[in-house]
């Protein structure tokens, strides 16, 4: 993990640093008395590398007076400045220097820089044993320089959380099916008791037990026994209701995880060429988990509850046939044709169960759950089903304020259009439609389990696992959500 550290804004004497610079502008007052100190150095390297201070363009002095190095980054017109995505570049520019010092215009800006920088500079190496040197990640301390450093240091303590929370997704994503299956993400989850986070974890026999059918077709075919978690924040500052267990909810936020630890598709086997793809069909759980963890780390002044169903969908004598009919926990039945569309079967039972148990204000379901999504949307944004414009426009809102963007796509109301093709001539539903518009036949059927509260499906397959480094974000397992749920969650704080 990054080492974050504020200072008095003085320029250090020696080392790595960088000098954040506006498009055509001067040069601010510190790298100007650096510039005189160097004899006019910065600017002839500056000019002859033509750099005009354009978002991201870079120059080098390598060796300047008492300097390793200097490196000029480019933070494009003033206005249009991002200091998470200047921190995010400079951890993708200096990977190899185990410390680095930069400059910052204000506490606000600087701690913002340490959270990109922070971000941008994760790598998960915990299973590569034979690297070279040269080949490693060395960045280990950043020094951000500002007017105010506590005050520096106090707005990031809270984008620590946060921080904490996107890495601690990133991990559960990242692990290989082997070693993260449901019992061991469970005990994980377990682990943030230590935040205050409530943390309860229910087994195969209480699941069997509240009659999760749904969710329990799924699991049924694997050696892994299936876990349901549930973890409650309370940030409200309700009064103790008199029961044991401590405070009540009050119409909590309510986050919902599809946690699909492994998925080989059950007996509708998918094809052998990218299945170890499927170890992360678990993003959606793990981006709940790391936004309680985000939320219980800063205090949020909110309720919120996270609820994860998990399990591990394996081909077995014992698995769910095509063809089978199983009871969920709604008590509606559903005729399972495609044992691969098997994310909104674990859902099902778990939305039923949140909005029965908590009575949310807003539920937000968070799945891996389809490849249609990446067709219609590709990498750029995660589909946003909805059957409230309110929370729809509020889920959109955060998402632009971190760049986690949503873009909202069809939902038809019960027994129209899409969703009548879900409708099954032996059971309640049937769990797919159509090949056409499967994304939005996945989210007609996740309606029918949210007792009519208003609620949200966020379809992050194609943004769970990046193929390519973001600003924030290192090729792999993105977190995807878990700053979005943040900020979501922060419209509601008192």
Known sequence: MLDISFAKPE??????????????????????????????????????????????????????GGYKKILALGTGKPDAFKPEALGGAIAAALPREAEVA?????????????????????????????????????????????????????AYEILNAVAHGVEFTRDLVTEPANVLYPAEFAERAEGLKKLGLKVDVYGLKELEKLGFGTMLSVSQGSAREPRMVVLQWHGAGHEDDGKKGGRKLKEPLAFIGKGVTFDTGGISLKPAAGMEDMKWDMAGAGAVVGAMAALAGRKAKVDAVGLVGLVENMPSGSATRPGDVVKSYSGQTVEILNTDAEGRLVLADVLYYA???????????????????????????????????????????????????????????????????????????????SRAGGSITAAQFLQRFVGGKPWAHLDIAGMAWGAKDGALTPKGATGFGVRLLDAFARGFEG
Do not use: C
């Open 11 to 64: 320029l250090p004497e020696d080392g790595v640093l960088v000098l954040p610079l506006a498009e055509e502008a001067e040069l601010p007052p510190r790298a100007a008395a650096l510039d005189k100190a160097l004899k006019g150095a910065l600017k002839k390297a500056l000019a002859a590398a033509e750099f005009t201070g354009k978002n991201s363009q870079q120059a080098s002095l390598l060796a300047p």
């Open 102 to 154: 930069v400059l910052a215009e204000n506490p606000d800006d600087a701690a913002k820089i340490a959270f990109g920088a922070r971000l941008r500079a994760y790598r998960f190496e915990k299973y590569r044993t034979t690297q070279k040197d040269d080949e490693k990640a060395k960045l280990a301390r950043l020094v951000v320089h500002t007017p105010g450093p506590k005050a520096a240091s106090a």
């Open 355 to 433: 909005y029965e148990r908590f009575n949310p204000k807003y539920m937000v379901d968070l799945a891996t759950l389809t490849g249609a999504i990446i067709t219609g949307l590709g990498h750029e944004y995660a589909g946003l089903f909805a059957n409230n414009d309110e929370l729809a426009a509020k889920l959109i809102a955060a998402g632009e304020s971190v760049e986690e963007r949503l873009w909202r796509m069809p939902l038809a109301k019960p027994g129209e259009s899409y969703d009548k093709e879900l409708n099954s001539p032996i059971a309640d539903v049937k769990n797919i439609g």
